[in-house]
């Protein structure tokens, strides 16, 4: 009987050997996708002024509330001008969304509600509320205080933010040197043609994604089913990385040299092989330098093992945010014998009430690769039962961004 570490061990065993890779400053230009690792605070209040918000004219809510509807135009108030004042609390002011609010008005009413005649513009509506159509300086922050808190993974908002408050550069985590390995004589090029007996490289590029959606760089190599290759190629590898992911050659056949290979290199084996399914073969481990994940050769399983185990540790070691973790509700009955984690394949809708559901994919196991297509997330269906009903909820892993 094989001794094999539950999901809940491994996943923390993953997480207990994060590693911290620093920071490093960039442009804000090329901050896109980063993790910000700064508080960013407002320089000053926002908005820096009261604001008008309408194309109109500026009034003395007073006179309105005199009865005064029709008011004599003294000038007009442009974005980007200095601060305009209104000499006479009966006259008016045109303004342009965006300008300084006059000095001495309080109320601006839409071109929309009024009437102009020359210089005389006539207010048509019964209403006028002070500080209308305003955008009041400091409304949405006060200078000094936080607009964006460290962790954050950087997007367009972000950016914007960052250009307001003046950050042309902002500090991010540093990405880890990282290379992705594929292992097996059966695998050919994408760009090749396969022999019946072969197949193309498609884990490197499929896992490779992952990083990408992070921005890190990634190195690719293939090694073949060679136990001295194997060794040597890892030999170096280990000096030279601080991140090796290597799909293929951890299960139990005659060429899978890796475990061993890993071993004899100075790589300390945390765990091999979890109570789960896909994946079961999955390889962790730590060196000096590098962290090594090393999935199993089949698609779905070493994709699974990737959103399941690798992203969480590679979020945590950018110091990411992290959401909590959704849940779905089956949409049919699940009949799964095996005493293992079940990671199912489904799709997503969702209820009359939002609620998220999820409907089973049915696939050929973990080497239909096709199927990873037709899903769009695994729901974790826990061991120590055998039957998982329509209507109960568990949690979701979704895997397409």
Known sequence: ???LITVEDALNLVLQHTR???TESVEL???LGRILRDEIVADRDFPPYNRVTMDGIAISHAAFKKGQRTFLIEGVAAAGDKQHELRDS???LEVMTGAVM??????VIRYEDVFIDGRQATIEVPAVTKHQNIHMKGEDRTAGSCIITPGVKISSPEIGVCATVGKSTVRVSRFPKTIIISTGDELVDIHEVPEPHQIRRSNVYRLKTVLSYFGVPVETAHLKDDESEISEALDQYLKSYDLILISGGVSRGKFDFLPAALEVAGVKKLF?????????PFWFGVHDRATVFAFPGNPVSSFMCMQQYFKPWLQKCLHQQIPPQPRAMLTEDVHFKPDLTYFLEVKISYSENAELLATPVKGNGSGDLANLVDAEAFIVLPSGKDLFQQGEVYPLIFYRE
């Open 1 to 3: 009987m094989e001794n």
């Open 20 to 22: 911290d890779f620093g």
């Open 29 to 31: 230009e090329n901050a």
């Open 90 to 92: 009966s006259a008016c």
């Open 102 to 107: 006059p000095r001495n008005a309080d109320a």
């Open 272 to 280: 091999h092989k979890i109570k789960q399914r896909p994946g079961k």
